[in-house]
């Protein structure tokens, strides 16, 4: 039962992912771009925890935790790029 | 599963050799940065390609993963970044000194 | 042991003339004196022993697998040559005391002449071939150094260089032919050299082997065509000139030539190359000698002269050759140096060594006078004198010779040619300098030197005395000693009586004599001939010459390469790469040898991600923010396939450190152009595309040749003993900081290093930061918004409390102090972005570069602290610890390493982004 849900996760995960690639590709703005690479992380952390599951393993647990915790800092960045230029003032 | 991962060396290898041969410093970086990436996942393909597993004995898992050549990617990964960055300052010094971003240190 | 003594007492005394004098105001010359003397009494001692036939040998292994040994050896030649070098530098230094002037560096001319001795004793005493090259180099090295004693005379100088070239080429030839020697006999080491005799003659490599050692040989002895630089040397002191380029240092051509007789000699190229430039060298040099108006120049093409005979008698083959010229070379160093002095005399005392100026010196300088008169007379072979003794032998030996078969007559009479010119230019150096009118136009009034500067001559001139009166009494123990040795074997027959009755050489010996004589006074006939041609016969020309060739074409090899494009640097690499890959790869096939792992959906989404984003950065470069945001993708898709092939360590490592980068590129764009200009030619793209498809089909390749070959490895060593030994179940981490511990140290050292070069690189670097965005618009005018404050201030402890998670738990777990470092470096930089550097840095003032270095001594200290325990650098050791809440603790001391790297990493990225932030900070200080 587990092992279909967690297909049925990654397939839907994976057409996160193509879209997400999608509208990295089409933009149209910049800002579209920055959110489809942030959205692009939360799927990894999504598709890691997934992955433990399937394997029933913990080792993965901590990517899947510092993607939380720590990649949202490559979007801050870039946002703060976009509005101002400096990034550390 | 080794062609795919011969195809990603190849590929990531192409596109960083093409930004190398580029004439602004921005690129080159860009270049240097793929080509890290190349670098690394080839010195990693020396260990063989293992599935679902980690280098952890903690758990009695019958195969192994080979963990020396992932140290030492572990540090190349490491080392990569401080290399970069010296890149990244000395193209920066470059703009101050020439006043452009031209690898050469001028236009051509 | 000894023998290495005796070298490295000059060698290694050669600083002593120069402290002594300065701190005690002793003599240098003293000082240099006493340790020649106690050399000379070293060598003495064993002299006994080995003037009864023995050989002796000592000394240690140095680097045993390259055949490099620290051994020496003292035999019959080489006690002859050891006593030449001390005996005659000892003399020299008295000499040297008087002849230079008081404002002259006595201190470094003694330094460099005990170095030089110190060299030439280790060539002549050396029994490891190699050993013996690199003090031969040595004797170039120094012998350049001497020469250009006077620096401030160009002549001195360019003199030097010439000899340092041609006797420094020959050296490298010398090596060559040592290193093959080695090759053929397998073995460095004289002894089994001279044994092999036969082995390398009838090796076919035997012609290669003797023109290499001929080409050091040649060139240091000053043989045609190489004898140019000889004359030109003649710069130096004179006390110079009658040491190293008399009596001793052109005789380590010599030398060579007698040590190597027994592997070498006897065949029909040894003596058709050999005594055919002994020969071209003694005729040529002796005429041209004959035309030198300078006292030295004439004297150097004498030496050349001679060096030629004995090149010549060594050629024979022979052994009654092979003791002619040794006794001869014995003769030569006595007479020559002699007359080099005397000519040095001249020189002081009326400031010319022209001999169209000088004349009838006689009246005022009669004892140096008589001096000069016999050494020029054993010089000329005039009997009774030691000269006359070995030109018998000579002349007897040109009779002998088989080679030439019906042309027997070749020899002699070319022998008695040279000869006549020598008795020629032997009686003009004398008749010239010391009668005639007296001299005009003189400076001062010569008259006799100091006591003490007459002395070394009188004693030289002494033994040509002594030595052509009585030779079977003073020279004949050592003479058979020494001939012994160079031919390994029996001695021939021999005597060294002054009458053998009338017989073929006595008569050459009469004809030189009287020819000689009739040359030199119908002299007025020849140099008017060859008055115009003196500068003709000069090869420094051509040398330089062709060093001036050879530096031009560099320059346009250089200039043609090298045209400061790293494009064009870059393309010549990976076209160079290409090339090498590809002589590399002929043969391979690529079939799959190993077993292969089936693909899955998920590795061929991943590889299509990967490519897909790489491929997308490349094209659309130009914009370079998008392209920096698709190699964040790539970054990303490049930690799940570490994910994805069991390498969560490296996950973790590439997530933090692709986040980092980001930052430190956006950090850069803000100074540069946001796009690149489309400047490339339709060409370059063309052609860089193509070299970049061929260079990442080449990698893919390689890649997929690696992953199709059977494997073996030693990961299994590290499986097994990293919880037994290393006390972790983390085997990647175990391997960081135990097992492989050095290098880490080294990996962080290079880390710290480069923070130190970014600091370096930007201090006082000023930017201009654009106004306006690349659309135009102005920028944003919030610089820190809430809402990121709000969310960045919680996330530091809470990353700070992860990093000692991971580092914690690192030894057993993914983690560990690269990755915790990188999560603290993150979080603190967050604090950076969201309230700006000179907040943040007022809320943590660390010194980071302190840190840096903090952490470094932490790594050492660990390493060194097993020292403690008597354990290698670096040993690891761990225990358990119970702790009250905790449960079950382990303690491994990698851990305070594991520490130090965490706190390197930390100061390197702060460091790095911190420092590059603050470029642009608040009114854009450069700090």
């Keep these: 039962m587990l092992n279909h849900a967690i297909d049925i996760a990654f397939g839907l995960l994976g057409l996160a992912v193509v879209f997400t690639l999608i509208r990295l590709a089409l933009g149209p703005d910049m800002l579209d771009r920055v959110l489809a690479l942030d959205t692009l992380y939360v799927n990894s952390a999504a598709m890691l925890v997934l992955y433990g599951l399937e394997l029933g393993t913990g080792r993965y647990y901590e990517a899947a935790l510092l993607i939380a915790m720590l990649g949202f800092v490559t979007t801050v960045v870039l946002s703060k790029y976009i509005t101002r230029g400096d990034v550390i003032e | 599963m080794e062609a795919l991962f011969a195809i990603a060396i190849g590929t990531l290898t192409s596109c960083a050799v093409y930004l190398l041969l580029r004439a602004r410093t921005f690129p080159v970086l860009l270049g240097l940065t793929l080509l890290s990436y190349a670098v690394n996942l080839f010195l990693f393909a020396s260990g063989r390609l293992v599935v679902a597993s980690a280098p952890l004995t903690d758990q009695g898992i019958e195969h192994f993963p080979d963990p020396l050549p992932q140290a030492l990617v572990l540090t190349a990964i490491v080392i990569g970044f401080g290399m970069t960055a010296l890149l990244v300052v000395l193209a920066l010094r470059a703009i101050h000194a020439t006043g452009g971003d031209h690898v050469d240190g001028g236009e051509r | 042991m000894l023998l290495s003594i005796v070298i490295l007492i000059p060698l290694l005394g050669a600083w002593l003339p120069t402290a002594l004098s300065r701190a005690l105001g002793v003599d240098p010359a003293r000082t240099a004196a006493a340790l020649a003397a106690t050399s000379l009494a070293l060598i003495l001692s064993q002299a006994p022993d080995v003037l009864a036939g023995a050989t002796l040998v000592s000394g240690w292994s140095w680097i045993p697998t390259a055949g490099l040994n620290a051994t020496f050896r003292l035999d019959g030649f080489g006690l002859l040559f050891a006593l030449l070098i001390l005996g005659i530098g000892l003399l020299v230094i008295l000499y040297a005391r008087y002849y230079l002037s008081p404002e002259e560096s006595k201190e470094r001319f003694y330094g460099l002449l005990l170095l030089f001795m110190g060299a030439m004793l280790g060539v002549v005493l050396a029994e490891n071939l190699l050993l013996l090259v690199t003090f031969w180099e040595l004797t170039s090295l120094s012998s350049f150094l001497l020469i250009g004693f006077w620096r401030h005379d160009a002549d001195a100088r360019r003199g030097a260089r010439l000899a340092l070239m041609v006797t420094g080429a020959g050296g490298l030839a010398l090596l060559a032919g040592v290193l093959l020697i080695g090759h053929v006999v397998g073995s460095f080491e004289l002894?089994?050299?001279?044994?092999?005799?036969?082995?390398?003659?009838?090796?076919?490599?035997?012609?290669?082997?003797?023109?290499?050692?001929?080409?050091?040989?040649?060139?240091?002895?000053?043989?045609?065509?190489?004898?140019?630089?000889?004359?030109?040397?003649?710069?130096?002191?004179?006390?110079?000139?009658?040491?190293?380029?008399?009596?001793?240092?052109?005789?380590?051509?010599?030398?060579?030539?007698?040590?190597?007789?027994?592997?070498?000699?006897?065949?029909?190229?040894?003596?058709?190359?050999?005594?055919?430039?002994?020969?071209?060298?003694?005729?040529?040099?002796?005429?041209?000698?004959?035309?030198?108006?300078?006292?030295?120049?004439?004297?150097?093409?004498?030496?050349?002269?001679?060096?030629?005979?004995?090149?010549?008698?060594?050629?024979?083959?022979?052994?009654?050759?092979?003791?002619?010229?040794?006794?001869?070379?014995?003769?030569?160093?006595?007479?020559?140096?002699?007359?080099?002095?005397?000519?040095?005399?001249?020189?002081?005392?009326?400031?010319?060594?022209?001999?169209?100026?000088?004349?009838?010196?006689?009246?005022?300088?009669?004892?140096?006078?008589?001096?000069?008169?016999?050494?020029?007379?054993?010089?000329?072979g005039v009997p009774l004198l030691n000269g006359f003794l070995s030109k018998e032998m000579f002349f007897a030996e040109t009779l002998q010779v088989q080679w030439l078969?019906?042309?027997?007559?070749?020899?002699?009479?070319?022998?008695?040619?040279?000869?006549?010119?020598?008795?020629?230019?032997?009686?003009?150096?004398?008749?010239?300098?010391?009668?005639?009118?007296?001299?005009?136009?003189?400076?001062?009034?010569?008259?006799?030197?100091?006591?003490?500067?007459?002395?070394?001559?009188?004693?030289?001139?002494?033994?040509?005395?002594?030595?052509?009166?009585?030779?079977?009494?003073?020279?004949?123990?050592?003479?058979?000693?020494?001939?012994?040795?160079?031919?390994?074997?029996?001695?021939?027959?021999?005597?060294?009586?002054?009458?053998?009755?009338?017989?073929?050489?006595?008569?050459?010996?009469?004809?030189?004599?009287?020819?000689?004589?009739?040359?030199?006074?119908?002299?007025?006939?020849?140099?008017?001939?060859?008055?115009?041609?003196?500068?003709?016969?000069d090869g420094r020309t051509?040398?330089?010459?062709?060093?001036?060739?050879?530096?031009?074409?560099?320059?346009?090899?250089?200039?043609?390469?090298?045209?400061?494009?790293?494009?064009?640097?870059?393309?010549?690499?990976?076209?160079?790469?290409?090339?090498?890959?590809?002589?590399?790869?002929?043969?391979?096939?690529?079939?799959?040898?190993?077993?292969?792992?089936?693909?899955?959906?998920?590795?061929?989404?991943?590889?299509?991600?990967?490519?897909?984003?790489?491929?997308?950065?490349?094209?659309?470069?130009?914009?370079?923010?998008?392209?920096?945001?698709?190699?964040?993708?790539?970054?990303?898709?490049?930690?799940?396939?570490?994910?994805?092939?069991?390498?969560?360590?490296?996950?973790?490592?590439?997530?933090?450190?692709?986040?980092?980068?980001?930052?430190?590129?956006?950090?850069?764009?803000?100074?540069?152009?946001?796009?690149?200009?489309?400047?490339?030619?339709?060409?370059?793209?063309?052609?860089?595309?193509?070299?970049?498809?061929?260079?990442?089909?080449?990698?893919?390749?390689?890649?997929?040749?690696?992953?199709?070959?059977?494997?073996?490895?030693?990961?299994?060593?590290?499986?097994?003993?990293?919880?037994?030994?290393?006390?972790?179940?983390?085997?990647?981490?175990?391997?960081?900081?135990?097992?492989?511990?050095?290098?880490?140290?080294?990996?962080?050292?290079?880390?710290?290093?480069?923070?130190?070069?970014?600091?370096?690189?930007?201090?006082?670097?000023?930017?201009?930061?654009?106004?306006?965005d690349w659309d135009g618009r102005p920028w944003a005018v919030e610089r820190h918004p809430l809402m990121l404050r709000v969310l960045a201030r919680p996330l530091l402890p809470l990353a700070l409390l992860v990093s000692v998670y991971l580092f914690l738990r690192g030894h057993n777990a993914p983690g560990g102090g690269f990755i915790a470092g990188l999560v603290t470096g993150t979080a603190i930089l967050l604090q950076y972005v969201a309230y700006g550097s000179d907040w943040a840095r007022e809320r943590l003032p660390w010194n980071y570069s302190t840190a840096i270095a903090l952490g470094l001594l932490l790594a050492t200290a660990t390493g060194l602290a097993s020292w403690a325990f008597g354990a290698p650098f670096l040993t690891s050791t761990f225990g358990y610890l119970h702790w009250p809440v905790v449960g079950e603790f382990e303690l491994a001391s990698a851990m305070v390493f594991d520490l130090g790297i965490y706190v390197v990493v930390v100061g390197v990225v702060m460091v790095i982004v911190g420092r590059l932030g603050a470029l642009s900070g608040s009114g854009g200080r450069g700090t």
């Excluded at chain 3, 090149?311 to 140096?337: E, M, Q, R, S, W």
């Design chain 3, 191 to 380: 002894s089994r050299v001279l044994a092999a005799g036969p082995v390398i003659k009838a090796h076919p490599l035997y012609e290669t082997m003797l023109v290499l050692v001929l080409l050091g040989a040649f060139t240091k002895s000053a043989q045609f065509p190489f004898h140019f630089w000889l004359p030109h040397a003649m710069a130096a002191p004179t006390p110079v000139s009658a040491y190293l380029h008399s009596a001793t240092m052109v005789k380590a051509g010599i030398f060579l030539l007698g040590r190597l007789f027994p592997a070498f000699a006897g065949t029909e190229t040894w003596f058709y190359i050999v005594s055919g430039v002994g020969l071209t060298t003694q005729l040529f040099a002796a005429y041209v000698a004959l035309f030198r108006h300078d006292l030295k120049g004439l004297l150097a093409y004498s030496t050349v002269s001679h060096l030629g005979l004995i090149t010549l008698l060594f050629g024979f083959g022979t052994p009654a050759g092979a003791v002619a010229a040794v006794f001869h070379t014995i003769n030569h160093a006595v007479f020559k140096a002699s007359l080099f002095m005397a000519a040095g005399i001249v020189d002081h005392e009326t400031g010319t060594r022209d001999m169209r100026r000088l004349s009838g010196l006689a009246r005022f300088m009669p004892w140096t006078a008589a001096l000069a008169t016999i050494a020029a007379g054993a010089m000329a």
């Design chain 3, 542 to 772: 051509l040398a330089e010459g062709l060093v001036a060739l050879a530096v031009a074409g560099s320059r346009r090899l250089v200039d043609g390469v090298a045209n400061a494009s790293l494009q064009r640097y870059v393309l010549l690499l990976l076209l160079a790469t290409l090339g090498v890959g590809l002589v590399g790869a002929r043969g391979l096939s690529l079939a799959p040898i190993a077993a292969l792992t089936p693909p899955d959906a998920l590795a061929v989404a991943l590889t299509a991600a990967l490519a897909i984003a790489a491929i997308a950065a490349t094209a659309l470069h130009t914009q370079r923010l998008l392209a920096l945001v698709l190699i964040g993708v790539v970054g990303l898709v490049v930690s799940l396939v570490f994910v994805r092939f069991s390498a969560p360590d490296l996950a973790l490592t590439q997530l933090l450190v692709e986040i980092v980068t980001v930052l430190l590129l956006l950090l850069a764009l803000y100074f540069m152009p946001a796009e690149s200009p489309r400047e490339s030619s339709r060409f370059r793209r063309v052609r860089d595309t193509m070299v970049a498809v061929a260079v990442g089909l080449g990698a893919g390749l390689l890649a997929w040749a690696l992953l199709t070959r059977p494997f073996s490895t030693i990961a299994w060593y590290y499986l097994e003993h990293a919880k037994p030994q290393g006390g972790g179940y983390n085997v990647v981490n175990v391997i960081l900081v135990d097992f492989r511990g050095f290098d880490t140290l080294g990996e962080i050292t290079v880390l710290g290093i480069a923070a130190v070069a970014i600091l370096a690189l930007l201090q006082e670097l000023r930017l201009v930061a654009p106004q306006r």
């Design chain 3, 405 to 537: 078969g019906s042309r027997y007559w070749v020899l002699p009479l070319a022998a008695t040619l040279a000869s006549v010119f020598t008795v020629a230019y032997s009686t003009r150096f004398v008749h010239d300098v010391f009668f005639g009118p007296p001299p005009q136009g003189l400076a001062r009034v010569p008259h006799e030197p100091p006591r003490w500067m007459k002395v070394p001559v009188e004693i030289l001139v002494g033994l040509c005395l002594l030595v052509g009166l009585l030779p079977a009494l003073i020279v004949d123990p050592l003479l058979r000693a020494a001939g012994g040795a160079v031919l390994q074997g029996p001695l021939p027959e021999y005597s060294l009586a002054l009458w053998h009755g009338f017989n073929l050489p006595v008569l050459m010996s009469g004809v030189a004599l009287t020819g000689g004589a009739i040359i030199y006074f119908a002299r007025r006939y020849y140099f008017g001939l060859h008055g115009y041609r003196q500068q003709r016969y």
